[in-house]
Protein backbone atom coordinates (compact mmCIF):
# COMPACT_ATOMS: atom_id res chain seq x y z
CA UNK A 1 0.00 0.00 0.00
CA UNK A 2 2.51 2.77 0.73
CA UNK A 3 5.34 3.30 -1.88
CA UNK A 4 8.39 4.70 -1.08
CA UNK A 5 10.56 6.02 -4.20
CA UNK A 6 14.30 6.38 -2.97
CA UNK A 7 16.20 8.73 -5.07
CA UNK A 8 20.09 9.33 -5.14
CA UNK A 9 22.62 12.30 -6.00
CA UNK A 10 26.11 12.02 -6.42
CA UNK A 11 25.71 8.56 -4.45
CA UNK A 12 26.05 5.01 -5.10
CA UNK A 13 23.93 2.76 -3.04
CA UNK A 14 25.62 -1.16 -3.41
CA UNK A 15 22.85 -3.70 -3.65
CA UNK A 16 23.37 -4.36 -0.24
CA UNK A 17 22.36 -1.71 0.88
CA UNK A 18 19.39 -0.97 -1.61
CA UNK A 19 18.23 -4.38 0.16
CA UNK A 20 18.97 -3.09 3.90
CA UNK A 21 17.36 0.67 3.09
CA UNK A 22 14.30 -1.54 1.36
CA UNK A 23 13.79 -3.70 4.54
CA UNK A 24 14.22 -0.85 7.11
CA UNK A 25 11.65 1.54 5.27
CA UNK A 26 9.35 -1.71 5.53
CA UNK A 27 9.85 -2.42 9.12
CA UNK A 28 9.85 1.40 10.00
CA UNK A 29 6.06 1.53 8.10
CA UNK A 30 5.09 -2.04 9.89
CA UNK A 31 6.06 -0.52 13.53
CA UNK A 32 4.70 2.30 13.28
CA UNK A 33 1.77 2.18 11.62
CA UNK A 34 0.64 -1.19 12.13
CA UNK A 35 -0.23 -1.96 8.59
CA UNK A 36 1.37 -5.75 7.19
CA UNK A 37 4.55 -5.33 5.51
CA UNK A 38 3.80 -6.91 2.57
CA UNK A 39 1.90 -3.50 1.70
CA UNK A 40 5.32 -1.44 1.23
CA UNK A 41 7.08 -1.66 -1.90
CA UNK A 42 10.34 0.44 -2.23
CA UNK A 43 11.44 1.84 -5.27
CA UNK A 44 15.46 2.95 -5.86
CA UNK A 45 16.84 5.53 -8.51
CA UNK A 46 19.63 7.37 -9.11
CA UNK A 47 19.64 10.88 -10.91
CA UNK A 48 23.24 11.37 -13.74
CA UNK A 49 25.89 13.86 -12.57
CA UNK A 50 24.64 17.49 -13.20
CA UNK A 51 20.83 16.30 -12.94
CA UNK A 52 19.89 17.42 -9.79
CA UNK A 53 19.53 21.22 -8.57
CA UNK A 54 19.22 22.83 -5.24
CA UNK A 55 18.61 26.11 -5.04
CA UNK A 56 18.43 26.80 -9.01
CA UNK A 57 22.28 25.35 -8.84
CA UNK A 58 23.82 21.65 -9.82
CA UNK A 59 24.01 19.94 -6.25
CA UNK A 60 27.42 18.35 -5.60
CA UNK A 61 26.66 16.43 -2.13
CA UNK A 62 25.84 13.53 -1.78
CA UNK A 63 21.73 13.28 -1.16
CA UNK A 64 19.17 10.84 -0.67
CA UNK A 65 15.23 12.17 -1.48
CA UNK A 66 12.37 9.60 0.10
CA UNK A 67 8.99 10.01 -1.07
CA UNK A 68 6.50 7.93 0.26
CA UNK A 69 2.68 7.42 -0.73
CA UNK A 70 0.90 6.58 1.91
CA UNK A 71 -2.98 6.08 3.03
CA UNK A 72 -4.25 8.53 4.61
CA UNK A 73 -5.61 8.59 8.21
CA UNK A 74 -3.11 8.52 10.35
CA UNK A 75 -2.23 11.15 13.22
CA UNK A 76 0.91 13.46 13.00
CA UNK A 77 2.87 11.50 15.13
CA UNK A 78 2.98 8.38 13.66
CA UNK A 79 3.74 9.69 10.52
CA UNK A 80 6.76 11.76 12.05
CA UNK A 81 7.93 8.70 14.25
CA UNK A 82 7.96 6.87 10.72
CA UNK A 83 10.15 9.56 8.82
CA UNK A 84 12.41 9.71 11.97
CA UNK A 85 13.06 5.73 11.67
CA UNK A 86 13.59 6.09 8.52
CA UNK A 87 15.95 8.84 8.76
CA UNK A 88 18.01 7.00 11.02
CA UNK A 89 18.37 4.23 9.24
CA UNK A 90 19.29 5.50 5.63
CA UNK A 91 21.79 7.70 7.65
CA UNK A 92 23.35 4.75 9.38
CA UNK A 93 23.28 2.48 6.13
CA UNK A 94 24.23 4.99 3.31
CA UNK A 95 26.76 6.54 5.59
CA UNK A 96 25.62 10.29 4.85
CA UNK A 97 24.33 12.77 7.61
CA UNK A 98 21.05 13.14 8.34
CA UNK A 99 21.20 16.65 6.93
CA UNK A 100 21.67 14.82 3.31
CA UNK A 101 18.17 13.29 3.88
CA UNK A 102 15.23 14.81 2.51
CA UNK A 103 11.99 12.78 3.32
CA UNK A 104 8.20 13.77 2.10
CA UNK A 105 5.16 11.80 2.95
CA UNK A 106 2.21 12.33 1.33
CA UNK A 107 -1.48 11.22 2.47
CA UNK A 108 -3.69 9.18 -0.31
CA UNK A 109 -7.43 8.42 0.63
CA UNK A 110 -7.36 4.34 0.51
CA UNK A 111 -10.58 4.92 -2.12
CA UNK A 112 -7.71 6.49 -4.80
CA UNK A 113 -5.85 3.66 -4.49
CA UNK A 114 -5.85 0.26 -6.05
CA UNK A 115 -3.55 -2.42 -5.04
CA UNK A 116 -3.45 -6.27 -5.82
CA UNK A 117 -6.65 -5.32 -8.07
CA UNK A 118 -8.97 -3.84 -5.40
CA UNK A 119 -9.63 -0.63 -3.68
CA UNK A 120 -7.67 -0.56 -0.41
CA UNK A 121 -9.28 -0.73 3.01
CA UNK A 122 -9.02 2.04 5.28
CA UNK A 123 -6.32 2.16 7.73
CA UNK A 124 -6.80 -0.49 10.45
CA UNK A 125 -8.99 -2.86 8.36
CA UNK A 126 -6.09 -4.49 6.20
CA UNK A 127 -7.03 -7.97 8.14
CA UNK A 128 -10.27 -8.37 6.26
CA UNK A 129 -8.98 -7.27 2.78
CA UNK A 130 -6.15 -9.90 3.34
CA UNK A 131 -8.48 -12.54 3.93
CA UNK A 132 -10.00 -11.61 0.62
CA UNK A 133 -7.42 -12.37 -1.85
CA UNK A 134 -6.97 -15.54 -3.50
CA UNK A 135 -5.32 -18.19 -1.51
CA UNK A 136 -2.73 -18.23 -4.15
CA UNK A 137 -1.85 -14.71 -4.27
CA UNK A 138 -1.46 -14.90 0.12
CA UNK A 139 0.54 -17.99 -0.04
CA UNK A 140 3.04 -15.71 -2.39
CA UNK A 141 3.31 -12.83 0.05
CA UNK A 142 6.49 -12.48 1.81
CA UNK A 143 6.29 -12.86 5.42
Known amino acids: MPTYTVTVANLSLSQQ ?15 QTGAPSFFAQVLFFATNEGEHFVGGTVNQEPQVYVHGLVRQGRSTEVKQALMSQILEEIVRIAGITAEDVWIYLQDIPAAQMIEFGRFLPAPGEEAEWEREMTPEKRARLPK
Open 17 to 31: QKSEIAEAITTAHNT
